[in-house]
């Protein structure tokens, strides 16, 4: 089967690499083409626009930044795509959202698995990340080979709509988890602790969890690097306020954490690095949160 991918930035283009590394045929497009341009020399054609890549392909991927951005693609794909194919979305969207662009596509002859991936961008460039499936089982036990292509674990939660709202619980937790890591690491350096040694302290206990182990690396190296915006951040901070309400349960932290991301973006500006919400504490204590032997980006 030939695949094509659509959006080949921080995320996208390391699982579009993981298709070419495995072995499957891939057209690729990007707005910025220099991004496609290491999968052409792995072996990828490139096409000029969604409809020129749906129109020779079996089924597509896209990985994009906004449910609006999401809605344009498919509008376009849908233009040149058979009936029959399927479209697998890597992007983070809403469940209500998923379900009505899956309907579109339907409404052509084109079936949907959403796809969302977590885990950080470090784990998609090894093709080692978690992908959360929604929709029908018959669908994603055939698209199974591709999806075990880009991620070691493959979660199907349901119908569509069912991985949007895993995906957003887990990166809910994330960013709280991101939130309390900066506190704790500042109670550490604060209270006169070898800051190296509080993390690995940390990382051996019963307090630890994966964004301390890796995103707090990022934060002792200084460079904060991991390559996901406070724009992206406050976008799924937003779904899992609006499921709180939809669901009726009280969300006290995540609206506490979605506060402190406000902060972070007026004053970093939404471009800013997410993990930079640290240095919110770090700003407003005139205490930097350094120590050697840490990277500045994750492998």
Known sequence: MKYGYIGLGNLGGHLAMSLIRNGFEVVVNDIDRKLGERHVAAGATWADSPQALAAQVDHVFTCLPSPAVSEKVLTQILETLKPGSTWLENSTNGRDEMIRLSKMAEAKGVRTLECPVTGGVHLAARGEITVLVGGESELFEFQRKALQSIGKKIFHMGPVGSAAIIKVITNMLAFIHLVADAEALMLAKRGGLDLAQAWHAITASSGTSFVHETEGQLI????????????????????????????????????????????????YGGGAQSTQIAKLLEDALGTDLRAPGFPARLE
């Open 220 to 267: 002792l190296n200084g460079s904060y690097d991991i390559a996901f915006t406070m724009d992206l951040a406050l976008k799924d901070l937003g779904f899992a306020m609006s499921f709180g309400k939809e669901f009726g349960v009280p969300l006290d932290l995540a609206s506490m954490t979605n506060q402190t991301f406000m902060k972070g973006k007026a004053v």
